[in-house]
């Protein structure tokens, strides 16, 4: 399969920001045609975004989205919307979003079925906080994810991208070593039982894109700060396999 990189630039970057730094990215890394990139901006730059990678490989994805297609949910963003606007793909149950915000396994698991019926690829994002890892629940929190999450659509798992993303190593500057990475791609594997890709997710830079990239069970990476930064995230899109 084609490796899938893709940048998650959260609440950051106003239109104009965007507009320059996704004209570095395709000047630096624009032509590369053997893995596939998502540039994931802020919902107020998807527009500008759309409108100048157009005409280039790279596709479009949103951070977020409600399980409802309209109504009155103030502040909230349709994925029907995000579809008109040229997004394929939506991140769904991102750490930040389940501990901050607190999105529950039953929310994100309406987010999947509707992204799944209007047609966006759902980044599915799984992972466990420090503490549960230290307590020895990392198999067991990724275990309730996966069944929660995907209750009801067990036939369409194939069009989902999952994405382990360790909360503990989200802009933390600590990252899972390739191997403690690798081992639970295969546990997700192992339950879901059926051919998914799964991106890692959790500080990738470009100094240790290469080395996560080597493992035969991670298909890809979801990059947080460092798709911020033209010339890493360039890096990264170029990593050497």
């Given at each position: 399969?084609?490796?899938?990189i893709?940048?998650?630039?959260?609440?950051?970057?106003?239109?104009?920001?965007?507009?320059?730094?996704?004209?570095?990215?395709?000047?630096?890394?624009?032509?590369?045609?053997?893995?596939?990139?998502?540039?994931?901006?802020?919902?107020?730059?998807?527009?500008?975004?759309?409108?100048?990678?157009?005409?280039?490989?790279?596709?479009?994805?949103?951070?977020?989205?409600?399980?409802?297609?309209?109504?009155?949910?103030?502040?909230?963003?349709?994925?029907?919307?995000?579809?008109?606007?040229?997004?394929?793909?939506?991140i769904?149950?991102?750490?930040e979003?389940?501990?901050?915000?607190?999105?529950?396994d039953?929310?994100?698991?309406?987010k999947?079925?509707?992204?799944?019926?209007?047609g966006?690829?759902?980044?599915?994002c799984?992972?466990?906080?420090?503490?549960?890892?230290?307590?020895?629940?990392?198999?067991?929190?990724?275990?309730?994810?996966?069944?929660?999450?995907?209750?009801?659509?067990?036939?369409?798992?194939?069009?989902?991208?999952?994405?382990?993303?360790?909360?503990?190593?989200?802009?933390?500057?600590?990252?899972?070593?390739?191997?403690?990475?690798?081992?639970?791609?295969?546990?997700?594997r192992?339950?879901?039982?059926?051919?998914?890709?799964?991106?890692?997710?959790?500080?990738?830079?470009?100094?240790?894109?290469?080395?996560?990239?080597?493992?035969?069970?991670?298909?890809?990476?979801?990059?947080?700060?460092?798709?911020?930064?033209?010339?890493?995230?360039a890096r990264?899109?170029?990593?050497?396999?």
């Open positions: 399969m084609i490796p899938i893709a940048g998650n630039w959260k609440m950051n970057k106003d239109p104009a920001e965007s507009r320059k730094l996704v004209l570095q990215l395709l000047e630096l890394a624009g032509d590369v045609r053997d893995r596939e990139v998502i540039i994931i901006p802020p919902f107020t730059s998807l527009p500008i975004v759309a409108e100048v990678i157009r005409n280039s490989r790279f596709k479009l994805g949103a951070q977020n989205m409600h399980w409802e297609k309209s109504g009155a949910y103030t502040g909230e963003i349709s994925g029907q919307f995000l579809k008109a606007l040229g997004c394929e793909f939506v769904i149950g991102h750490s979003r389940r501990h901050i915000i607190g999105e529950t039953e929310m994100i698991n309406k999947l079925k509707v992204a799944l019926e209007i966006l690829i759902s980044i599915f799984i992972g466990e906080t420090e503490q549960e890892r230290e307590e020895g629940k990392t198999e067991e929190v990724i275990f309730r994810q996966l069944k929660e999450g995907l209750k009801g659509i067990e036939d369409e798992i194939h069009k989902i991208i999952f994405a382990y993303e360790p909360v503990w190593a989200i802009g933390t500057g600590k990252t899972a070593t390739p191997r403690q990475a690798a081992e639970v791609h295969g546990f997700i192992r339950q879901v039982k059926k051919p998914i890709t799964i991106l890692y997710g959790g500080s990738v830079k470009s100094d240790n894109i290469d080395s996560l990239m080597a493992e035969k069970e991670i298909e890809g990476v979801l990059v947080g700060g460092a798709s911020l930064k033209a010339e890493d995230f990264i899109i170029k990593f050497r396999d």
